[in-house]
């Protein structure tokens, strides 16, 4: 599709494409599925940025979990301002495809947020996931509250036993607060992919290596 670095690597601030001031595209307003606002209002909804490789599949994952009422897809953890998807795939931008969930926590849980994060893709593989490969496609989680940190290190650790046991190597997944990044929406035609393409390109599968029971 489009180029990546032969040899994936992070790209430096002196590197990185340098973007723009203003977004050169507009985001619909409305999820494509859920008929609402993608980040919907409400003091009982907690939010969260979550990338593990491909962003279709992703977010189409979440939006079918009960107890998410709002699902993006964008770009975090870069440097480029207001990039492209052209512009990411490069790798010189610094972001990895990322999704947006908007949730109510009464209804489901951080733990079962993460829970689907951790076994839904190979958190070990660093820069790529399965056939996709670059930067763009690190595993990463950015929080917003200390819980959700607490419990993405919590998971993590136990998840990490759970794939040594099988011979896997050591999570290279990415624990960082939203607050040290803007996460930039995708273009349009990226947003709730698969709901607008039903047979697209999908690359996530239950891994069959489930996270421990916690106490939480």
Not at 39 to 45: A, H
Not at 70 to 89: N, R
Not at 112 to 129: A, C, M, S, Y
Request: glycine share 8%; charged share 20%.
């Amino acid at each position: 599709m489009f180029g990546f670095l032969s040899t994936p690597q992070m790209v430096d601030a002196d590197s990185a494409l340098p973007g723009r001031t203003e977004p050169i595209f507009t985001v619909p307003s409305q999820h494509a599925v859920f008929g609402t606002p993608m980040d919907p209002p409400g003091d009982d909804i907690e939010r969260i940025y979550l990338a593990m490789g491909c962003f279709w599949g992703a977010e189409e994952i979440y939006w079918r979990l009960p107890g998410v009422v709002g699902t993006s897809v964008g770009y975090m953890g870069g440097i480029t301002l207001h990039p492209t998807y052209e512009e990411v795939c490069t790798g010189k931008t610094g972001h990895t495809e990322t999704v947006f969930v908007a949730y109510r926590s009464a209804e489901v849980s951080t733990y079962e947020i993460l829970k689907v994060f951790w076994e839904n893709h190979d958190p070990t593989q660093g820069f790529r996931q399965g056939n996709d490969i670059g930067t763009q496609y690190r595993s990463a989680i950015f929080f917003t509250t200390n819980e959700q940190h607490d419990l993405a290190v919590l998971t993590r650790d136990s998840y990490s036993t759970v794939i040594a046991e099988r011979g896997y190597p050591q999570i290279t997944t990415e624990i960082v607060s939203a607050a040290d990044f803007t996460y930039y929406e995708a273009e349009d035609y990226h947003q709730q992919y698969l709901h607008k393409v039903p047979h697209g390109y999908r690359c996530h599968a239950n891994t069959g290596l489930a996270l421990p029971a916690l106490a939480v």
